[in-house]
């Protein structure tokens, strides 16, 4: 089973899912000195969703619905 990382999305106010491996190639991009916009490019991201995945320092396990 892949991996995700939890991004908290303020529009839904729900989480928005990234899969680990998408949210580790922008952060390995990142210190490759690759752009926002670069990034979001390459991985057919929004640039918005590279930011947010950026704000983590390390990705929240997925901890599947509540119940």
Same mark, same amino acid.
């Given at each position: 089973?892949?991996?995700?990382?939890?991004?908290?999305? /303020?529009?839904? #106010?729900?989480?928005?899912? %990234?899969?680990?491996?998408?949210?580790?190639?922008?952060? @390995? !991009?990142?210190?490759?000195?690759? /752009?926002?916009? #670069?990034?979001?490019?390459? %991985?057919?991201?929004?640039?918005?969703?590279?930011?947010? @995945? !950026?704000?983590?320092?390390?990705?929240?396990?997925?901890?599947?619905?509540?119940?």
């Amino acid at each position: 089973m892949e991996e995700k990382a939890v991004l908290p999305t /303020s529009s839904s #106010g729900g989480e928005w899912m %990234l899969p680990f491996a998408t949210w580790a190639r922008v952060h @390995a !991009l990142t210190r490759h000195g690759r /752009s926002i916009r #670069g990034i979001a490019h390459d %991985l057919d991201l929004d640039r918005k969703t590279v930011r947010r @995945a !950026l704000r983590q320092s390390e990705p929240e396990p997925y901890t599947g619905p509540p119940g």
